[in-house]
């Protein structure tokens, strides 16, 4: 109660200051026309002066331009100008309608629109409503309603279970997904993976149990499902079966993949210690190849944080600093086994081909520091070149001062 006086108070004082020009006498009188013109005529003429000054207007010019300010101020003057009287009145009648409207208008508008709405909306926990999300809303409840009398419709528990996807509604999603299974007699690849996300999602992405479950049963119906093949990889890494991740991956790159997708994939082989096939590919048509296993010390197993990342990178004993072949990765178990080949050069000239003898380095450090900082823990060998493939053990044995 005490809030809406003080708000109408504050109102009826803005209103005030607002339409001071039009009640003031003093304000009617400094702002008669006669003087206003004055003023105007009396600034233009300074400006001519000013630019005769800069030599920006000549004098015959000057002239014609003073000529033409004073006629204007003649003919101004000449027009008949209201009454004092006269305009006051016209003036209080202006202060009367704003003092009064503005207030209503607020009032009213405030009422109807005001930011209490939002203030109610926040104390219920909620935010400003979105038309198109409650229509969007209301087409799927209605839905779900439908489904209610018909629950034998595969096609419509599938199509509740995307729209509930769209919704980020993942548990209601999966349930819905779920139905649609039952009805499909668990045939249909496409809705066991749909299903799979859709739980994994709504558990913060832990695709253990039976999320995986469900991708590896799309793979039986179709061995070659990019979803399933995708997923039922990131279940495996997430579990810590490199080898199945590696498989499925693998199989992944056979098909025709966007290239931002193939890259994606890639990515993920090398985070597991995996080449991607296409780089094996390579190596087996010639050049060194290195099979790098990489393991812990364990007066050092302590010290191992989190958030590291793992560096593995083959230089020249002797030779440019530049490394010849580099893998980043974050370990999921030890001892990790990974390897270094040509395909991983950063230089087309800087291979391992190019040299006989090569300092094989294992380095775990920050994300984005590929240089030794204090802290790092790190190990090397010198490996020199023999048949191939070549299997290095390197082991982290020393804490970069």
Do not use: C
């Amino acid at each position: 109660m005490m809030l809406g006086i003080l708000v109408v108070m504050l109102t009826l004082v803005a209103a005030i200051a607002l339409t001071r020009p039009w009640w003031s006498s003093a304000f009617a009188q400094r702002m008669s026309r006669e003087r206003a013109n004055v003023v105007v005529y009396r600034t233009r003429l300074a400006e001519i002066e000013h630019e005769v000054a800069a030599g920006n207007v000549d004098a015959e010019s000057a002239q014609a331009l003073k000529l033409e300010l004073q006629q204007r101020l003649l003919a101004d003057a000449a027009q008949e100008s209201p009454s004092d009287a006269v305009t006051q009145r016209s003036s209080m009648r202006v202060a009367l309608f704003v003092g009064v409207f503005l207030p209503i208008f607020a009032g009213v508008w405030y009422y109807a629109n005001g930011s209490w709405r939002a203030q109610e909306a926040l104390a219920h926990g909620g935010a400003m409503p979105d038309p198109q999300q409650a229509q969007i809303e209301g087409m799927v409840q209605r839905l779900a309603q439908r489904l209610q009398q018909n629950p034998d419709d595969a096609e419509g528990w599938s199509m509740l279970g995307r729209s509930y996807f769209v919704l980020k509604r993942y548990s209601e999603s999966a349930q819905a997904y779920d139905r649609a299974n039952q009805l499909k007699q668990a045939n249909d690849p496409d809705l066991l993976v749909a299903e799979g996300a859709a739980i994994a999602l709504a558990a913060d992405g832990d695709l253990s149990g039976k999320p995986r479950e469900l991708f590896d049963a799309a793979l039986k119906l179709d061995p070659d499902h990019l979803r399933a093949l995708w997923f039922a990889g990131q279940a495996a890494a997430q579990a810590g079966d490199a080898a199945t991740a590696q498989a499925h991956w693998q199989r992944l790159l056979k098909q025709n993949l966007p290239d931002d997708l193939r890259a994606t994939v890639e990515d993920q082989l090398r985070e597991i210690g995996a080449a991607p096939e296409a780089a094996l590919a390579k190596v087996a048509a010639g050049g060194p190849s290195l099979h790098v296993k990489v393991d812990v010390a364990p007066a050092l197993a302590g010290k191992r944080k989190p958030d590291q990342v793992l560096y593995v990178f083959a230089k020249a004993a002797q030779g440019p600093p530049m490394p010849l072949a580099v893998q980043k990765l974050r370990p999921q178990s030890w001892p990790v086994e990974l390897t270094l080949d040509d395909s991983m050069a950063m230089a087309p000239a800087l291979k391992l081909s190019g040299f006989d003898r090569w300092i094989v380095t294992a380095r775990l450090g920050a994300e984005g520091s590929p240089m030794a900082q204090p802290g790092d823990l790190q190990g090397q060998v010198v490996v020199s070149r023999g048949a191939s493939p070549q299997n290095v053990d390197v082991v982290i044995s020393e804490q970069v001062p």
